[in-house]
């Protein structure tokens, strides 16, 4: 997978240049940079390696050998979809991409984040914040169908800029590591997309809330969270509990499942079973075919 996303033979002497922080800079690995954490996309990160700790952010600007680009429209692509060009200082300056040096992302500061978190993890984090110089930021972008991308990035410094679109704003420069750029296809098995409104149960937090359910596979199934609702911290293994009634007939499934990821509002579910009577019990494949069927035929 990584060998194809990133295979593009530039030559010994362009493949890669040293940068000014000691980092290789891989041009396959750029482009796969610009698809998967482009500007003004929103992403998740983890502090510190702290996988538990997850928070929301998004890229405003890449910086380009020291020179901030704020927009995608200034990077040109060849005809293969790879970076060439970067346009900066409001496009009157055009860096070719075989002199780039470094290649760094910057951030809005979400300090103000970790007075959400409990006292545990608050002291997981460092004594001086989540985006001391040298700690460890862990970007995860979800890009549906290319699948999810991982990188783990240093922070170079905080900064405040004085002029451009975010001037004022406290702002966090980062390192990529690309060593550590990877790219997972989970589309394990087809999916099929439905569009069901359900109810979410989650147990152990006594939380009930409202959530639709946008596709299934043989055995996952995938719900969108309500945007409007306070759904506490869903962490992967939690036991959900789906309900779901289908059309006129009343059909009514409690779906119970474990969670297998949870990203930007949305779960994916592992089915276990169902619950009848009060009772667990296993899908038949049948029971799981209507199931599906009843999932695919809601509304009609």
């Known amino acids: 997978m990584l060998k194809n996303l990133f295979g593009k033979n530039f030559g010994a002497t362009q493949d890669t240049l040293q940068s000014a922080h000691g980092q290789k800079i891989d041009f396959g690995r750029i482009k796969v940079m610009v698809e998967f954490f482009p500007i003004g996309k929103k992403l998740r990160y983890y502090p510190e390696f702290n996988q538990d700790i997850v928070f929301d952010t998004l890229v405003v600007a ?4 020291g020179h901030a680009i704020y927009s995608m429209e200034s990077i040109e692509m060849d005809r293969d979809g790879f970076p060439s060009v970067f346009r900066v200082d409001e496009d009157k300056f055009r860096l ?10 910057l951030l809005p500061d979400t300090s103000d984040l970790e007075k959400k978190l409990d006292y545990v993890r608050r002291a997981q984090l460092s004594r001086n914040g989540q985006f001391s110089a040298g700690n460890t930021i862990s970007l995860i972008s979800n890009s549906g169908v290319k699948g999810i991308s991982t990188i783990d990035t240093e922070v170079a410094k905080q900064l405040i800029l004085h002029a451009g679109p975010y001037a004022e704003m406290n ?12 790219v997972t296809d989970q589309r394990g098995k087809p999916r099929t997309r439905t569009n069901v409104p359900a109810m979410m149960l989650l147990p152990v937090e006594n939380y009930s809330g409202q959530c639709v359910v946008v596709d299934i596979s043989d055995a ?3 719900i969108r969270l309500d945007e409007h609702g306070l759904a506490p911290s869903i962490h992967k293994g939690d036991v959900i509990i789906v309900d779901i009634r289908l059309g006129e007939t009343e059909r009514r499934y409690s779906v119970k499942g474990s969670v297998i990821r949870f990203s930007a509002g949305t ?3 592992g089915i276990d079973g169902q619950i009848r009577e009060g009772r667990p019990v296993l899908f038949t494949p049948l029971d799981l075919l ?8 809601y509304g009609r």
Request: charged share 15%; hydrophobic share 50%.
């Open 62 to 65: 890449y910086s380009v050998n």
């Open 96 to 105: 070719p991409v075989a002199g780039l040096k470094t290649f760094q992302l």
């Open 171 to 182: 702002l966090v420069l980062l390192t990529p590591d690309f060593a550590t750029l990877s």
């Open 220 to 222: 996952k199934m995938r």
């Open 267 to 269: 779960c994916v579910i």
């Open 290 to 297: 209507e199931f599906k069927a009843g999932l695919l035929n």
